[in-house]
């Protein structure tokens, strides 16, 4: 192949980015990175700048939990056909719009809340708006698995995370940027500012109302195998005559909703199922314990507020959408568990840099050398592990599975980042560092285990056909 032609291949799997399913995702992205800072991060700043303690604080960010238990209604959003909307955007619009409306209510509920006279109902609004959120991810989630081949999940993945990260931006730093530009002066607490600040925030989730009433519903059928399941298990609930008709209704819809996504992933992959939870479970653990110490790394090391703003928010986040995109167009081109290998093996070596950073100390380039390094492989990462989340879904439960996934994803790498101060303490950043890179090991092996003995035919049906 000449080199003109290789270029005309990449510049193929470029375009794709920009075909009308793809291009949804960028909207779909913001409007899901949208509400996570309104209820976490730009949230407590408020408060704190109302006076409200910081214990007090630190007990709201629980409210962020929502996120993590998502699994847990993600039945009702598979199975559950709302009156009046189902009917005319079909099951996946409608859930999104649903969750979209009641995240504009909430947020303008907040924004017309005084949290220092109201704080138990401020709370309530913020779990609103967090639930409405994490219910909006299911959908959207859902959504994207069904809209797409397997072998162009990382180009949706792509794209929804340049969407998310975008809204972070604008949640974050452009909320506050509002909040101060409607203060009268440069410091001290003023209600209205935060009123119009939230109050824009809201207007900026019709984004994601107007790409859900543009968008299409995606057009997917069951696989007989699954359909031919659920019958066998209605059939005998059926049979079970001393039930009252209404129990035995409930039955056969508690299974279908709620037993069968957990039974048909448990069936279709028997004993490799341990294996890929498994996998699931530790493939971010590097990055993710890592994470949590690093803002810590970089004050100890005499870094500026404004040089990690910098670098680290700015060069950060480029990095990663740029990792995104690469991600995305090599899982296309080249498939799923190679990019996956590939993407573990950078999110472990990357680590070592962090060390040789606490080697050296306070130096801004060897910084931005780092923390380009790190979001790139983090990016790349992301985007094809996410295609592979959603190439293990089954087309008939794709919002409780992926919740399912999504949420096994951060359990333990939260759990052991809890201890990364302690270990810090006891051993140095040196030390921590190559040990946060030796927790990728295992990881790799898993993989490789996984390419050898999970084939593709183990996969769920799915279009192969592109994004349209």
Known sequence: MTSANRLSDWLKTLAVYWQPGARSMLFLGFSAGLPLLLVFGTLSYWLREAGVERSTIGFLSWVALAYG????WAPLVDRLRLPWLSAGLGRRRAWMLLAQLAIITGLCGLAFSDPLQGLHGFALLALFVAFSSATQDIAIDAYRIERAAVRLQGVMAANYMIGYRIAMIVSGGGALAIAQWASPTETGYYLNAWMFAYLAMAGLMLVGVV??????????????????????V?????????????????GEWFYGAVISPFADFIRRYRWHAVLILALIASYRISDVVLGVISNVFYVDLGFSKREVAIVANVLGVAMTLLGAVLGGMLVTRVGVMRILL???ILAAATNL??????GVGHNLIMLALVIAADNLSAGLATAAFIAYLSSLTNVSYSATQYALFSSVMLLLPKFIGGFSGVIVDALGYVSFF?????????????????MRYLPPSRLPDRDPGAVS
């Open 342 to 344: 590939v993407g573990g």
């Open 69 to 72: 238990f998502k699994w847990a």
């Open 353 to 358: 840099l962090f060390a040789w950073l606490a």
């Open 234 to 250: 209605d059939r005998m609930i059926e049979r079970q005559h001393w039930l009252p008709g209404v129990l035995r209704s409930f």
């Open 211 to 232: 790409t859900v009433l543009l968008i299409e519903e995606p057009d997917v059928h069951p696989n007989s195998a699954t359909l031919e399941q659920e019958a066998v």
């Open 434 to 450: 190559l040990i946060t890179a030796t927790m990728g090991i295992p990881v790799l092996i898993l993989i490789l285990i996984a």
